[in-house]
């Protein structure tokens, strides 16, 4: 069965010319048509585009210009504007934008070779941890039908685990790619802020967001975040340096490698079976030669208000754009200016979405600027440094993505705060804007749990090669749900 | 920290969304216990913290004075809700 | 009772840049609506901005020509608010670290010289247009003009008469034109003025103030601010008050009545931009903008009387553009620089009336500086008469060919040749006993009818000093 291949075992057939990327392409097809009814991990599905970029692939395989990831189908996160495909960002508000452009995402996994199966559902405009608020509805765990994928990017997370896909893209603002990779079994990477182009990537909060893979093994990730990150000068805030070759330390050894554990992270609140995955997880890696040592993050409990002021606030201003005029959804027959206006959003966004958009204009309202977003902005720096002055004692941060593992669909959603609240590990990261990685490192209720792994700036190597390491021994990252093996 | 239902039309104002008469009440609740979450940022003392806005200590790229771009009116209005003599229509405005 | 006059200028000038502040878009004005925004332009979901270069070295060029305080370090903020040429829901300005800072500019009325306060001047973007009616009941978008950069120059409260506030503009104007940041046309936008005005009775606090918007000349603002004036003095001494707002002029009626007022206050909810980081300049940026940048107006006009010997008049016409000092210079240069005078005298007279019947700028001239500096030169050397290249001028302004052409093909060369001329002389003196009497009896002043006479007979080719000096010696032997 094509779908239980490593992408490398893929790659090597191809390259052997054993299988054709057309014939990979179709099997994930109809897998998609067969699995994806039940799931919802998909809002478009482009079969004709992933053909055709799958035979274009099987050409350079024949002509010997093909390179490692060339002709392994592709997944993006319908947040990724993708030049005549529908990218919706789950809303109502783009359900009919047909993007005219390419995100520098998407034009370099083009250039990989990489054939699109589709778009995958998510939180709407990325603004939720459960793939619940998309327009097209929630996307569910391939775990447990009943739980929620994780979110934002919950389709993208249950597109890998459900073998819908061997690869898929993601964007972590707050948690979006580490915490759906923890809830469904998967490895998933944020880079550093600035790795990677934001360019055609509908924005949500500009300075958290960042894309990264998510794929079943670290060793994959490294390969896709190779391909995914390049300067690109259409991005102000897209870091102008070289990028390192994420996968040449995919051999080192962790001998000597110094782990922080944070206290704070393992304090009230935290599962106790989570809490022993995440120990057990580290012990490990201890036995892969690492030691471990006390850090201290003090101002953790600081990072979910801050984060919730400023992500809002950017996202107020950042979906201002989404008025009915040039682009996406329009109310009926609007009787002036005032109503087109707020008729067009109250009717094309969701509550949580409308919600936080509420919640960023009043945080930069007159009165309110100061103790909300200047305050917040201040935190923002305090949680920052509790990171760097960690990172002088140790090599990297470990602890859990996620205070629970998933909860169920509609557990949390008419409490908007208790879902911000289960942010509290991945959000410092993202105010730092440091690289975080999530691997699966066991089960607790039957439902998968990941070990986050957090480096200083530019450490994606490192953390790539931590996952990998902890894969060569373990294979948590392996499982496959009974249905969709 | 409580939202009153004038502070929700005033939020509704600026935000340019439209709350109907009926969604108030449990507007101005989430909005209310979203608030009361930022109420913990008060106590911290963040005197001599400068606001952070960014993650890196970068500076703005500049960019070359060139004309990059074309004329692609068609293409970007075949996304548009209503549009005359290539210009996007809106309802009057009266100035 | 007496009141005191408290007038502030906003003004927007665009900057010559080709593409945009934040795009590689045209900003070339009078295209096809929407055939020059692009989708950053007109804010499509996951476009990025990005500064352009020039507009960062335009504005370092305007803060050294104030004498102004730069900025260093420059943020981006957003200023949010809904309007349909506004295509992102926020415009992108400086707001709390502006490119230029304080600074100021000199400015003469009646002869006196008064120092006027700039608070500041911040880069942002333009809005688009809106063309309304294109369709019963609806309002047409075109956003070419959405992302075209701008400075936005504050000056302090410092202008106390409408008649201080024109000259204020129009010495920013000169000095925009000049430093070749802002092209300055008012019809097409490119330099607009917005006034705040308000009254108060001597040693008040200051009063409300009004603001007039977009007068796109400056006989207008003038007169709109003298209405202005009236009209709140008038309102205040019959009991009324001055309320804040946004009026517009009526040239026709020469009125200013109230805009609309918008709705509620505005709360723009002013953050810096996270799409973009802070700009930052070194001294080198300076430096660099420094070596390329022209003599200013001031300093110009200064060398002008100084060195080149011109009035205070001349020297002020021939600076008034840079087109039309850069004009003089080098037709100055091209005469060798030996006679500042005639060259000028030539610019502010012939030339500039020429171009001014036919509504002309000087460099649209069809005369060029090196066309004019060949008649010049054959002047100077004595191969035609001042009088007699009015008609060199002419027949130049008419495209006959170079001053040289035009002599030699009209035969217009200068008789210096003595025989010839005194030849001429005898015939004269031989035709007029009476008057040859006249003159011997004491009536010298004579003399000017034998020149007159002598330089008919010459068709006016004759050099009139030798005329002179030869009918002098002629009469007194």
Redesign the interface.
């Known amino acids: 069965m094509l779908h239980t291949l490593s992408v490398k075992q893929m790659s090597e057939k191809l390259h052997a010319g054993e299988i054709s990327s057309v014939e990979l392409t179709l099997h994930y097809l109809d897998r998609i048509s067969k699995y994806d009814p039940e799931l919802n991990a998909y809002v478009t599905v482009t079969p004709e585009l992933a053909l055709e970029m799958a035979r274009e692939a099987d050409e350079r395989l024949k002509n010997g210009t093909a390179g490692i990831l060339t002709g392994i189908p592709v997944a993006h996160k319908d947040i990724f504007c993708t030049d005549g495909v529908k990218t919706s960002c789950s809303s109502k508000m783009l359900d009919n934008f047909i993007a005219p452009y390419d995100a520098h995402v998407v034009t370099l996994l083009k250039k990989a070779g990489m054939p699109i199966l589709g778009k995958t559902n998510m939180d709407e405009f990325a603004m939720g941890s459960s793939s619940e608020s998309s327009y097209y509805g929630p996307t569910k765990n391939p775990w447990d039908l009943n739980a929620v994928p994780g979110g934002s990017s919950g389709g993208a997370a249950a597109v890998i685990a459900a073998n819908l896909a061997p690869m898929a893209t993601g964007t972590d603002t707050g948690g979006s790619i580490r915490q759906p990779a923890s809830f469904c079994g998967i490895t998933g990477i944020k880079p550093t802020y600035g790795t990677v182009s934001r360019f055609g990537i509908i924005a949500y909060a500009s300075s958290f967001d960042q894309a990264g893979p998510m794929t079943r093994s670290a060793e994959e990730s490294a390969w896709m975040l190779n391909a995914m990150s390049e300067f690109d000068q259409r991005d102000s805030t897209c870091l102008e340096m070289e990028r390192p070759d994420f996968a040449a330390s995919l051999g080192d050894s962790l001998d000597g490698l110094k782990v922080g554990v944070p206290a704070e992270y393992f304090g009230e609140g935290l599962d106790p079976e989570v809490e022993k995955i995440v120990k057990d997880a580290i012990a490990e890696i201890e036995k892969l030669g690492a030691t471990t040592v006390s850090v201290s993050l003090p101002n953790k409990d600081l990072a979910v208000p801050s984060y919730y002021v400023l992500a809002p606030a950017e996202a107020s201003s950042n979906l201002s754009r989404y008025d009915g005029v040039r682009f996406g959804y329009r109310c009926e027959n609007p009787a002036d200016l005032q109503d087109l206006y707020k008729r067009s959003r109250a009717e094309g966004f969701g509550a949580e979405v409308k919600r936080r958009i509420m919640v960023g204009a009043y945080a930069l309202s007159a009165g309110y600027y100061d103790a909300y977003y200047l305050k917040a902005q201040r935190l923002r720096r305090m949680v920052r440094d509790d990171f760097t002055n960690a990172f002088e004692q140790c090599d990297v941060i470990m602890g859990p993505v996620a205070p629970t593992p998933a909860f169920n669909i509609g557990e949390k959603t008419d409490d908007p705060t208790s879902m911000y609240l289960a942010d509290l590990y991945t959000i410092p990261v993202n105010l730092g804007g440091f690289p975080g990685m999530s691997v699966p490192a066991g089960f607790a209720k039957g439902r998968p749990v990941g070990l986050h792994i957090v480096g200083p700036y530019f450490s994606e190597a490192k953390l790539l090669n931590i996952g990998h390491q902890f894969q060569q021994v373990t294979d948590w990252h392996k499982q496959v749900p009974a249905q969709y093996q | 920290m409580s939202i009153g239902k004038s502070e929700v039309e005033?939020?509704?104002?600026?935000?340019?969304?439209?709350?109907?008469e009926n969604e108030v009440e449990q507007?101005s609740a989430?909005?209310s216990?979203?608030?009361?979450?930022?109420a913990?940022?008060?106590a911290?003392n963040?005197e001599g913290?400068?606001?952070?806005?960014?993650?890196?200590d970068?500076?703005?790229?500049?960019?070359?004075?060139?004309?990059?771009?074309t004329?692609?009116?068609e293409?970007?209005?075949?996304?548009?809700?209503?549009t005359?003599?290539?210009?996007?229509?809106?309802?009057?405005?009266?100035? | 009772m007496s009141w005191e006059v408290v007038i502030g200028l906003e003004i927007h000038a665009q900057l010559t840049t080709k593409s945009k502040i934040f795009s590689g878009a045209s900003i070339a004005y009078g295209a096809a609506p929407n055939s020059q925004a692009c989708a950053i332009d007109l804010g499509m979901p996951g476009m990025l901005p990005v500064v352009n270069h020039a507009v960062i070295g335009k504005g370092i060029a305007l803060g050294i020509a104030l004498n102004a305080e730069l900025g260093k370090k420059q943020v981006f903020d957003r200023k949010n608010y809904f309007y349909p040429d506004l295509p992102k829901g926020y415009q992108t300005t400086q707001m709390d670290y502006p490119i230029v800072g304080k600074g100021y500019l000199d400015i003469d009325v009646d002869g006196e010289t008064k120092r006027i306060g700039v608070t500041r001047a911040h880069l942002e973007e333009d809005a688009g247009k809106s063309n309304h009616g294109i369709v019963p009941g609806m309002t047409g978008i075109d956003l070419n003009r959405a992302g075209t950069p701008l400075l936005e120059i504050v000056s302090e409260p410092d202008l106390s008469s409408a008649q201080e506030a024109v000259a204020y503009a129009r010495k920013m104007h000169e000095l925009v034109t000049f430093l070749g940041i802002c092209d300055g046309n008012m019809q097409e936008g490119s330099f607009r003025v917005d006034s705040n005005v308000s009254v108060r009775r001597p040693g008040e606090p200051l009063g409300t103030r009004a603001e007039l918007k977009n007068i796109n000349s400056f006989r207008f603002i003038e007169k709109a601010i003298e209405f202005e004036i009236e009209r709140q003095i008038d309102l205040i001494e019959s009991g009324g008050k001055v309320v804040q707002e946004t009026r517009l002029y009526d040239s026709e009626t020469n009125t200013t009545r109230s805009m609309r007022t918008k709705e509620e206050a505005n709360d723009y909810r002013y953050f810096p931009c996270p799409d973009l980081l802070p700009v930052r300049i070194t001294d080198e940026d300076i430096d660099a903008v420094k070596v390329t940048m022209p003599e200013l107006p001031d300093a110009k006009r200064a060398r002008y009387v100084a060195e080149l010997g011109l009035s205070e008049y001349d020297a002020g016409v021939l600076t008034s553009s840079r087109a039309m000092a850069e004009y003089f210079e080098s037709l100055y240069k091209h005469t060798g620089s030996k006679d500042a005078k005639v060259c000028a005298n030539w610019i502010t007279s012939d030339l500039a009336g020429a171009l001014n019947k036919a509504g002309l700028d000087i460099s649209e001239s069809p005369i060029t500086e090196e066309m004019l500096a060949g008649m010049i030169t054959r002047i100077l050397d004595d191969t035609i008469s001042g009088k007699i290249a009015k008609q060199v001028f002419d027949a130049m302004w008419n495209g006959e060919g170079s001053a040289d052409e035009i002599i030699e093909a009209k035969g217009l060369k200068q008789i210096t040749d003595s025989g010839a001329i005194e030849a001429l002389v005898d015939e004269v003196l031989a035709a007029n006993p009476s008057q040859v009497e006249a003159y011997k009896g004491g009536q010298e002043k004579m003399l000017g009818y034998f020149v007159g006479q002598v330089m008919k007979a010459s068709g006016g080719q004759a050099n009139p000093g030798q005329v002179n000096k030869i009918l002098k010696e002629k009469l007194s032997s």
């Open positions: 005033y939020i509704s104002r600026l935000a340019m969304i439209d709350v109907a507007v989430k909005l216990k979203v608030l009361d979450l930022f913990q940022m008060e911290v963040t913290v400068e606001p952070m806005a960014h993650p890196h970068v500076q703005q790229r500049l960019r070359a004075d060139e004309i990059t771009e004329d692609q009116h293409k970007l209005q075949s996304v548009a809700p209503a005359a003599k290539d210009m996007y229509l809106v309802p009057q405005v009266i100035e």
